[in-house]
């Protein structure tokens, strides 16, 4: 078998999506999400121009070799471009070597170790007493967890407050548009939500907050601290995760679990976090850490530091991505939650699929391969649409982490 024929596909039902479909000589098809957050096109044309022209010919048995040949073989390494296109290549592999072999992708991991995937809800609104409404909901719903955010008084609007309460979209906007932050408010405030959510609902809920980057070492201490009465299952991204060595400040003051990694791409991101156990989640995606096949290598990794997933799954993840997601979740030793932002209906046309969410759980169901496609005659029917992601000042102006 010959990879004979592979097309990238963006599309835009609602917001932008770019998908690799690989054809190979005896019929049989795979697809991958490279779908990059407000830079869909530089993936796409790095897929289009410098991966396909090498990938016809190619046997897509070999997938280790392949991964190799597009990690080692492109000299520049790492990054979001490249690893969301080496993703790509990846997952449309497994799904052949699923499809030609007969069974879920799971089953090829080593089958599975749980009976579904604990996913979380994404529980948002202005006011406290709002996202008590929408926490609610979600536990009606039979959401084991449920992540909480909330405005911030004062501020005109903050980070996974959303105007639709189902579907949240934050690259909305040809150029970015601009937000103001105040840490002080934040820090005021945020304590106060998760005393309400926990007193209304009791211990048993898993309860998660998204800091989104934003504070210092010190100032994600302090709200750590703040937090622990309250017992969350992850404060993630309290800071940008370049400054790794300034987690160790944060693991100092708090007990509070630490989920990163959504912005990684390699395990050489994470890999000081990891085996200094710096954090309790490793966020890391199939869509932008280099596929099924690197993403087993940093959960492995994980695994011998007591370290759990906890892949982001947000609307910009196609639902290519939530499927493969799911095959890794399912197979894996050290799973501890998958993060869940149901897509609109229109995507899910462009993108029929196969898994379905049942009492609190994600199963990828047992079609071989990833147990997902994309509808190309619908895909077309949504042309490509420049969308950045916002952009964060603080009130005296100063750029700062969105
Ligand atoms: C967020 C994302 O889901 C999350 O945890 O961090 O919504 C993130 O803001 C988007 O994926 C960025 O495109
Ligand atoms: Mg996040």
Not at 46 to 65: C, F, K, M, S, W
Not at 107 to 119: A, E, F, K, P, Y
Not at 164 to 177: G, I, M, N, T
Not at 243 to 259: E, K, S, W
Request: aromatic residues 8%; charged residues 20%.
């Amino acid at each position: 078998m010959k990879i004979a024929d592979c097309r990238v596909i963006v599309t835009c039902p609602g917001r932008n999506f770019v998908t690799l479909k690989i054809e190979t000589d005896e019929g049989v098809t795979g697809i991958g999400d490279a779908t990059l957050n407000g830079r869909e096109l530089a993936v796409a044309t790095y897929l289009t121009e410098h991966v396909v022209p090498a990938l016809t010919g190619r046997d897509p048995a070999r997938i280790e070799d392949t991964w190799q040949y597009l990690y080692k073989g492109a000299y520049w390494r790492r990054g979001p471009v490249t690893m969301s296109a080496i993703a790509a290549v990846d997952m449309a592999l497994w799904d052949i070597k699923g499809k030609v072999a007969g069974l879920p992708v799971y089953q090829l991991l080593g089958g599975r170790s749980r009976d579904g995937v604990t996913v979380y809800g994404h529980a948002n609104a202005e006011t406290v007493d709002e996202v008590l409404t929408e926490v609610d909901r979600y536990v009606q719903l039979g959401y084991r967890a449920v992540r909480v955010q909330t405005g911030v008084p004062g501020l005109a609007t903050t980070y996974g407050v959303s105007k639709d309460r189902l579907f949240y979209e934050p690259a909305d906007a040809a150029v970015a548009s601009e937000a103001t932050w105040d840490t002080a408010s934040y820090l005021a405030h945020t304590p106060g939500v998760f005393a309400r959510v926990r007193d209304a609902f009791g211990p048993g809920l898993k309860l998660l907050h998204d800091v989104h980057h934003r504070l210092t070492p010190i100032e994600a201490a302090r709200l750590g601290k703040s937090l622990e009465p309250y017992a969350l299952t992850w404060m993630e991204d309290p800071v940008p995760a370049e400054l790794q060595q300034g987690f160790r400040l944060i693991r100092q003051h708090t007990t509070t679990p630490v989920a990163v990694g959504e912005v990684f791409n390699t395990v050489w991101d994470c890999q000081q976090l990891i085996t200094e156990q710096l954090i309790d989640y490793v966020r890391t995606t199939v869509v932008h850490a280099g596929g099924i096949t690197h993403l087993r290598r940093i959960f492995d990794l994980a695994a011998l530091y007591q370290v759990r997933s906890g892949s982001h799954g947000a609307t910009d993840l196609s639902p290519v991505s939530m499927a493969a997601a799911l095959h890794v979740d399912l197979a894996i030793p050290n799973f501890g939650l998958q993060e869940y932002m149901r897509h609109t209906e229109e995507t899910d046309a462009v993108f029929p699929h196969g898994y379905r969410f049942e009492n609190g759980y994600l199963h990828p169901g047992e079609q071989p391969g990833l147990g997902v496609d994309i509808d190309e005659e619908a895909a077309a029917r949504y042309p490509y649409r420049p969308k950045a992601l916002p952009v964060n000042r603080l009130v005296d102006g100063t750029l700062h982490d969105w």
